[in-house]
């Protein structure tokens, strides 16, 4: 066993070193390209760390950098609003990057120039789950990655001249209280550790989300259904001049039970089906009494095939429908003929017509 392991990793490795040889010539050819790459970046960056005489004087009077450790601390919270819009898409990881920047921000107040470099990287993964999380929180995202990447690149800046200043002048950079240090380190740790161990239990399995948004999708369903016959057919028939006196009182009769539960489902949910129709106008407008409209439409021309049939004494499907049929029957006419044969027409419904689903579903 032992020797056919090392057979199989010799194997490995001496494809492993192949591979490297046949790519070697690549990669050396890319080399100087990379090193000025590297250089510039270096030189730009050294570049951007030095400080004019002014902002020294204002680092050394003004407290520039305590100021600015504020402004990484305002930037931090904004990025957490913006964070807060993505949170129910990724919790766990959402919990976890807060946890970590806020330990990152608390050795940036306390001056360590590491802890911006810190911050900015967090600040980049808390960027990357927002926009993963989906479109809507792009400009969410991008605002507060960029607030907060600007915050801790001058933050580093003016904490470094300051590191430097000090160090020149002889004095002893940055004295800190390690104990007290140490001490708030251990409590963030915690803090981390317990975000970690604690917030998968606190959010729901795949498994359950998907059959959450199954149960609220079919919960939709059925209040659909149940808003455009009680409310839906009676606001367009009232368009068309006439208010339905029967229609949605049997439709209302016909499904109590089930319109009851969907009530207690949707009072859950801090709504109902009053509140569901509103917000269906709101959001399809015209649409929803133009599909309306084109349903009684079929109806109303299955009528006037049905009345020219017996007028002439012909069979259905030899009749051709002709201009002059559609005034036979006008719109306002066919809402009072709906009407009146509503308890007919429902007798057509079959009992699962409006299905409600069950919250005890989500388990199955």
């Not at 017996?310 to 009072?336: F, H, N, Y």
């Amino acid at each position: 066993m032992a020797n056919l392991f090392k057979e199989y990793t010799t194997k490995v490795l001496e494809k492993l070193a192949t591979g490297i040889k046949k790519i070697d010539p690549a990669v050396q050819k890319l080399r100087p390209a990379a090193e000025k790459c590297a250089d510039f970046i270096f030189r730009r960056f050294r570049k951007f760390l030095d400080t004019s005489p002014r902002e020294k004087q204002l680092i050394l009077q003004n407290g520039l950098t305590e100021n600015m450790r504020k402004v990484t601390g305002i930037a931090v919270i904004i990025q957490f609003i913006a964070a807060f819009f993505a949170f129910w898409a990724f919790p766990v990881w959402e919990i976890v990057l807060f946890a970590a920047e806020l330990a990152a921000l608390y050795f940036c107040l306390r001056g360590y120039r590491a802890a911006y470099i810190i911050l900015g990287g967090t600040a980049l993964l808390n960027f990357l789950v927002m926009l993963a999380a989906g479109p809507l929180y792009v400009w969410p995202a991008v605002l507060g990655w960029l607030l907060l990447t600007a915050a801790t690149i001058w933050g580093f800046k003016y904490e470094n001249a300051l590191y430097e200043i000090e160090r020149k002048a002889g004095a002893k950079p940055l004295k800190r209280d390690v104990w007290r240090d140490a001490a708030g380190a251990s409590v963030l740790a915690v803090i981390v550790l317990a975000s970690c161990l604690f917030a998968p239990a606190q959010v729901s399995s795949p498994e359950e989300r998907k059959a959450e948004q199954k149960y609220n999708h079919q919960l939709s369903m059925a209040a659909g259904t149940v808003v455009r016959h009680v409310y839906g057919y009676a606001d367009f028939c009232h368009e068309e001049g006439y208010d339905m006196q029967k229609y949605p009182a049997e439709f209302k009769k016909r499904f109590e039970p089930e319109i009851n539960l969907l009530e207690k489902e949707l009072n859950e949910q801090n709504s109902n089906l009053e509140k569901f129709y509103q917000n269906a106008k709101r959001i399809y407008g015209r649409k929803l009494m133009e599909s309306i409209g084109s349903e009684l439409d079929g109806m109303r021309r299955q009528a006037i095939i049905e009345m020219v049939v017996m007028d002439r004494g012909m069979d259905a499907s030899k009749v051709k429908w002709t201009p002059d049929m559609d005034s036979l029957i006008s719109m306002q006419e066919a809402c009072v003929l709906f009407d009146e044969l509503s308890e007919s027409i429902l007798n057509f419904t079959t009992p699962d017509f409006v299905k409600v689903p069950q919250p005890e579903s989500l388990s199955e």
